[in-house]
């Protein structure tokens, strides 16, 4: 018994179409750029002298919320550039 396929008529694997590939990377990009302003923030507040008069958990907890907020939006809007900058030196190696 032997069975004849015709590769022809055979359906292809499609991948994802380049417009959504380049949206695809315009996200990572962005969220990169706010991983990238939260490390910062982090860095920062960690090395600034604090005074734990008024500190508390719930307080740190906030500046933590605060500063998560302050990097979404400021990625979002493209402050520091660099998720412009990630997208340009990345969409090289997209197809298409």
Sequence with gaps: MSISIDSARAPRPSGPSPASEHAQLAEAARNFEAIF???????ARDSSIRSDLFGSNGSDTFRQMRDDAFADIAS???VLGLADLIEAQMSSNLKG
């Design 37 to 43: 302003l939260r490390q910062m923030l982090s860095a």
């Design 76 to 78: 979002e809007r493209g």
